[in-house]
């Protein structure tokens, strides 16, 4: 059924709307207005974080690969992991998609029950966006979050001698993407890592009071780390044979005959959380059950930094993708 056979644009709204779960108190006014009311005061934190995600048919997703669902909860979970990233809470968002004239209506419904599953999980209210048509699907996300001020963790406040963290595994999406590229199968772990991934949320508000800077791996963890160094004005040593890897990760590079740390240093989309703690916390941090695993330090060496791999070379760590390169 297409969007026509139901009466074009808005009755697909009113259809969606249906599908949002709304039971937020401090919702005035959600879907079906010019803007979202919210009612912000008292203000339940100092600081209000923002973010946005574009995910685009064919280079963030895939239909032959992907079902509706699962698109819509990688998506929301894209932004949700930002939050996290920042030691906040995510409260509000917004859903902006783009859709070409053949897109069936229950493609679409099905894309907002995923997005609807992943709010329900992390407590977030859906509060609206826009639909058009274009020539590809394209889905932009705006979250709203809340951080309390000791608990906001920014890129810019890694320090020298800071132990380098990381909440998991690594390198398990790139490997299910390498797979499917080449016609194989990944392993259930490998898909669900690269097809449903889910956001740190559920360690983020524990790691973020010890933390002094922290990011989500969101295009792999040598560019993370760039990214740290760059905003603090440091350097950083990665030990290659600390980089903590799944046997599925370490089975599919033996399949296709690659070195599985390049999916951990470069892939992308673990959405797995790096963070940088000094080490009079690192026995606190220990003491809260967190299972992380230590990958390097901060170094004062500005603008350095290395892979130390296991017979002691040093390589530069790789600077990620670049949409428009």
């Not at 490998?190 to 360690?203: E, Q």
Request: net charge negative; charged share 20%; glycine share 8%.
């Amino acid at each position: 059924m297409k969007i026509k056979d139901i009466g074009g644009e808005f009755n697909l709204i009113d259809r969606l709307a249906a599908l949002i779960p709304a039971d937020h108190d401090e919702i005035v006014k959600g879907i079906g207005d010019d803007a979202a009311v919210l009612r912000i005061a008292p203000v339940p934190a100092p600081y209000l974080l923002v973010t946005t995600d574009t995910l685009v048919e064919k280079k963030h997703f895939r239909r032959d690969w992907s079902t509706p669902e699962q698109i819509g909860i990688k998506a929301a979970e894209c932004n949700l992991s930002d939050i996290a990233a920042m030691g906040g809470q995510p409260q509000w968002m917004v859903v902006s998609i783009v859709l070409p004239p053949h897109i069936e209506v229950e493609w679409i419904e099905d894309v907002y029950r995923g997005i609807g599953h992943a709010c329900r999980r992390s407590h977030v209210a859906l509060l609206g966006g826009d639909t058009t048509q274009g020539s590809a699907t394209v889905i932009t996300i705006t979250l709203l979050g809340s951080v309390l001020d000791e608990h906001l963790c920014l890129r810019s406040h890694a320090r020298p001698g800071d132990h380098l963290m990381v909440t998991g595994s690594l390198g398990a999406s790139a490997a299910a993407l390498a797979l499917l590229s080449r016609g194989m199968q990944p392993s259930p772990y490998l898909m669900a890592k690269h097809l449903t991934p889910c956001s740190r949320l559920d360690v983020s508000g524990r790691i973020a009071p010890l933390a002094n800077a922290m990011i989500d791996i969101s295009d792999g963890l040598g560019p993370e780390v760039r990214h740290l160094c760059t905003q603090s004005g440091v350097g950083a040593r990665i030990a290659a044979a600390s980089i903590p890897l799944h046997d599925d990760v370490k089975a599919a590079a033996k399949a296709l005959g690659v070195d599985p740390l390049q999916w951990a240093l470069s892939g992308g989309e673990d959405f797995e959380l790096l963070f940088s703690v000094a080490p009079d916390r690192l026995a606190m941090l220990k003491q809260e059950g967190l299972l992380c695993h230590e990958v390097g330090c901060i170094t004062d060496e500005a603008d350095h930094a290395f892979l130390i791999r296991e017979d002691n070379e040093c390589i530069a760590l790789p600077r990620g993708y670049d949409h428009f390169r």
